[in-house]
């Protein structure tokens, strides 16, 4: 079975236009190479009660459920204790990562503050996910994965969290690049093969240039002789147009 993916991007600088999100387009990227389906995005405020009820659906509905925002050691940082929540479970001083907090603040001879001290507070019993770039870790509870929202930090979390993800299933992929051929001109062709693969994704994609347009067929599927064979369908028909 095919393991799904949802993504609950969290924070009202995204809401408002402040800052412009990055991690959807990487966690898409990521988690198609590793072979899962990302099916749903939610970007939503913060606001504690929409957080907990959003981490509980996603995490019914969905195999694995990535969050980003809201786990720094300020007072509007809620993504912690909202997780918690959701899956009813305290809030702890969690001792490995103040451990961590607390050598890498030494090591910089920088105070430990509340506000630092704060990063460490997370969901009792939640697995660290490693920071290899400001320390203060992310956490895993059941199948929830809790990220940082800067999306260097983010990136790196997901580099540690993908290689232990079970049951990916690699997806295969044919691209067809045709210039001064629109996808008006194909398309019903296209449908017609189409309607032979269930099992194969396509995808058109039309592009505009300074001197001209193109389109671009992109086939995706789990099974490499569909793919194959509706590859050669494809390809033989605008290899003619």
Do not use: W
């Amino acid at each position: 079975m095919i393991k799904k993916v949802g993504f609950v991007v969290i924070g009202d600088e995204i809401l408002n236009g402040k800052t412009a999100d990055k991690n959807i387009n990487f966690l898409a990227k990521s988690l198609d190479e590793y072979g899962f389906d990302l099916v749903e995005v939610r970007v939503i405020g913060d606001v504690f009660d929409t957080i907990v009820e959003t981490v509980k659906h996603f995490s019914k509905k969905y195999d694995y459920v990535f969050t980003c925002g809201g786990i720094g050691g300020t007072h509007d940082d809620i993504t912690f204790a909202c997780v918690a929540s959701a899956f009813g479970l305290e809030i702890e001083q969690n001792q490995e990562a103040l451990r961590r907090l607390s050598a890498y603040y030494k090591e910089r001879e920088l105070p430990l503050t509340d506000t630092r001290t704060n990063l460490a507070k997370m969901p009792k019993g939640c697995k660290l996910i490693d920071n290899s770039i400001s320390i203060a870790p992310g956490a895993n509870v059941e199948n929830v994965y809790v990220c940082a929202g800067i999306p260097k930090i983010f990136n790196v979390m997901l580099n540690d969290i993908l290689p232990t993800m079970q049951g990916g299933i690699k997806v295969h992929k044919y691209t067809i690049f045709k210039e001064n051929l629109s996808e008006g001109t194909i398309g019903d062709t296209i449908a017609k093969i189409a309607s032979s693969y269930d099992d194969v994704s396509i995808g058109s994609y039309p592009k505009f240039h300074d001197n001209g347009f193109s389109t671009e067929i992109v086939m995706r599927s789990r099974n490499k002789k569909n793919l194959d064979l509706c590859y050669k369908d494809i390809k033989s028909y605008i290899d003619k147009c």
